[in-house]
T-cell receptor, first 116, second 109 residues
Framework: NAGVTQTPKFQVLKTGQSMTLQCAQD?????MSWYRQDPGMGLRLIHY???????DQGEVPNGYNVSRSTTEDFPLRLLSAAPSQTSVYFC???????????????FGPGTRLTVL | KNEVEQSPQNLTAQEGEFITINCSYS?????LHWLQQHPGGGIVSLFM???GKKKHGRLIATINIQEKHSSLHITASHPRDSAVYIC???????????FGKGTKLTVNP
């Protein structure tokens, strides 16, 4: 299994540009999520999905869009990049375990995004 | 106030020392996770627990639900244990995880 894969690893954008961060998992996990990690702050949830066709907002959803058309893929779209979106982005996935609550998390390697 | 507080923020130890990292939270939870972030940035899950204690090799995680507190212990620490250790909680009935800011551990040879 490849686990959770993310592309690209690094990206530089100009303010106003749009782009899509790709995330895929091959473990048949129902739950997928996107986080951003900024210096001095904990990981913050952007969007998450509990299955194909179902997405919901996290703590910091503004400026980001997601869709979940398949179990495997969960892309994150930046609609109009801003310098405040400079961050490291992590995708994670897990099974939905006991009580239908997400189980052990598997993280992708991260995407380091700089917006100029 | 952050819902998940970790202490200390930074910890430096000598090889072989016993390490304790603490996590306190302010909400009712269904599960608590301990994660390790390597210097290269990758994040791996160490433990998920909802009660009691779990052990994996030299790592031990404990949780006290009544006191809303968890500890991560590392016995016989080694320089390869140098990493950021992150505590995260899932509020009861929620799918979402809330993360602490992490504890940066440096183990010197």
């Amino acid at each position: 299994n490849a686990g959770v894969t993310q592309t690209p690893k690094f990206q530089v954008l100009k303010t106003g540009q749009s782009m899509t961060l790709q995330c895929a998992q091959d473990m048949n996990h129902e739950y997928m999520s996107w986080y951003r990690q900024d210096p001095g702050m904990g990981l913050r949830l952007i969007h998450y999905s509990v299955g194909a066709g179902i997405t919901d907002q996290g703590e910091v959803p503004n400026g980001y869009n997601v869709s979940r058309s398949t179990t495997e893929d969960f892309p994150l779209r930046l609609l109009s990049a801003a310098p405040s979106q400079t961050s490291v982005y992590f995708c994670a996935s897990s099974h939905r375990g006991r009580w239908s609550v997400a189980d052990t998390q598997y993280f992708g390697p991260g995407t380091r995004l700089t917006v100029l | 106030k952050n819902e998940v507080e970790q202490s200390p923020q930074n910890l430096t130890a000598q090889e072989g020392e016993f390490i304790t990292i603490n996590c306190s939270y302010s909400v009712g939870i269904s599960a608590l996770h301990w994660l390790q972030q390597h210097p290269g940035g990758g994040i791996v899950s160490l433990f998920m627990l909802s009660s009691g204690k779990k052990k994996h090799g030299r790592l031990i995680a404990t949780i006290n639900i009544q006191e809303k507190h968890s500890s991560l212990h590392i016995t016989a620490s080694h320089p390869r244990d140098s990493a950021v250790y992150i505590c995260a909680v899932r509020q009861g009935g929620s799918e979402k995880l809330v993360f602490g800011k992490g504890t940066k551990l440096t183990v010197n040879p």
